[in-house]
T-cell receptor
Framework: GQSLEQPSEVTAVEGAIVQINCTYQTSGFYGLSWYQQHDGGAPTFLSYNALDGLEETGRFSSFLSRSDSYGYLLLQELQMKDSASYFCAVRSASGGSYIPTFGRGTSLIVHP | DAGITQSPRYKITETGRQVTLMCHQTWSHSYMFWYRQDLGHGLRLIYYSAAADITDKGEVPDGYVVSRSKTENFPLTLESATRSQTSVYFC????????????FGNGTRLTVT
């Protein structure tokens, strides 16, 4: 089977940097993706890592270490609008290559 | 406007009733998915479809039925609703080409009384 672990809640202040970790267990790993969901809204895609290293998209970066089965989402220059839930999701052969399995989500609370 | 739409946005039904949630996408994406979201459980896959007339079970399929006679539609039916099926249901689609992200609809909030 597959499993993903991420913290249930993270808090930070506006302007700070925050890191949301995700560890996974799976076989036939293809890649790790991140989604953002605001309260009452649809999840939206943020980033995807298939290879080790850092992918940067504006204020958001995502990192993957396949040897450690670990990834993280880094949010810089936090803004109030970044308060949302963040989900990591793994693609793997065991889950079906185009079928991501989601973690339980991390609620990010940004304080002024 | 192209996109993925779900209907209804809100639904209240009684235990034992049949209810169908609709999902329609205009991108001609091959893959479509149904997830349910409950507090503390994240997004759990109910059913998915790789193409018209091809469907398969996900993590939590019991009590649900799907069909996909046309590429653009992927309805989810609760044959006899139970209170445990009270949840927010999200439909999603993807191309299935290389890595393709999921595009989610706005969800249906279902309450079973």
């Amino acid at each position: 089977g597959q499993s993903l672990e991420q913290p249930s809640e993270v808090t930070a202040v506006e302007g700070a940097i925050v890191q949301i970790n995700c560890t996974y267990q799976t076989s036939g790993f293809y890649g790790l993706s991140w989604y953002q969901q605001h309260d009452g809204g649809a999840p939206t895609f943020l980033s995807y890592n298939a290879l080790d290293g850092l992918e940067e998209t504006g204020r958001f970066s995502s990192f993957l270490s396949r040897s450690d089965s670990y990834g993280y989402l880094l949010l810089q220059e936090l803004q109030m609008k970044d308060s949302a839930s963040y989900f990591c999701a793994v693609r793997s052969a065991s889950g079906g290559s185009y079928i991501p399995t989601f973690g339980r989500g991390t609620s990010l609370i940004v304080h002024p | 406007d192209a996109g993925i739409t779900q209907s209804p946005r809100y639904k209240i039904t009684e235990t034992g009733r049949q209810v169908t949630l609709m999902c329609h996408q205009t991108w001609s994406h091959s893959y479509m998915f149904w997830y349910r979201q409950d507090l503390g459980h994240g997004l759990r896959l109910i059913y998915y479809s790789a193409a018209a007339d091809i469907t398969d079970k996900g993590e939590v399929p019991d009590g649900y039925v799907v069909s996909r006679s046309k590429t653009e539609n992927f309805p989810l039916t609760l044959e006899s609703a139970t209170r445990s099926q009270t949840s927010v249901y999200f439909c999603a689609s993807s191309t299935g080409q290389g890595y393709s992200p999921l595009h989610f609809g706005n969800g249906t909030r279902l309450t079973v009384t």
